[in-house]
C-alpha cells in the first residue's frame, strides 16, 4: 500500500518513495531467472491487479495449462479474490495461496498480493 517498507530497507531511495506515494504507484514487477525487470507501473492496486491478470492470460496462451501460487502479506481476502479471477481466466492444473514470507514482506509491508506461475 505504501513505499514505506521499501524505503526503509533501503531498496528505495527517500524521494522516490514519497513520490511513488504521493502519485499511488502500485508497480508490477516480474521476476525470471534471478532477474527483477519491471512490468508496469500502475496508479490503482486494481489497475495492477488487471495487468498481472493480463500477464498471466499471455503466458497461459503461450504456455497452455499452468501451475499457480497466489501470495500475499495481511490481505488473504484480496489474494482469495485475485486468484478467483485468474482461475476463472486461464486453464491451470493446479494452484494454491500462501502467505508472503516475512523475508519478503520485510521490504513491501502488509497488504502485497501477487502471484508465481510456470
Known amino acids: 500500500e505504501t513505499f514505506e517498507y521499501l524505503r526503509k530497507s533501503g531498496r528505495l531511495g527517500p524521494a522516490a518513495a514519497l513520490i511513488a506515494d504521493a502519485l499511488n504507484i502500485k508497480p508490477v514487477f516480474r521476476i525470471a531467472a534471478g532477474d527483477l525487470k519491471p512490468v508496469s507501473k500502475s496508479f490503482s492496486k486494481k489497475r495492477a491487479l488487471d495487468r498481472m491478470v493480463r500477464e498471466v492470460e499471455a503466458a497461459s496462451y503461450v504456455r497452455g495449462q ?3 501460487a497466489f501470495f500475499h502479506a495481511a490481505a488473504p481476502e484480496e489474494a482469495e479474490e485475485f486468484s478467483r479471477r485468474i ?3 486461464v486453464p491451470h ?5 500462501s502467505d508472503f514470507t516475512p523475508v519478503m514482506g520485510r521490504h513491501t509491508g502488509p497488504g ?3 502471484l508465481s506461475f510456470y
Open 112 to 114: 502485497i498480493v501477487g
Open 87 to 89: 482461475l476463472a481466466a
Open 93 to 97: 492444473l493446479e494452484s494454491f495461496t
Open 66 to 68: 499452468l501451475h499457480l
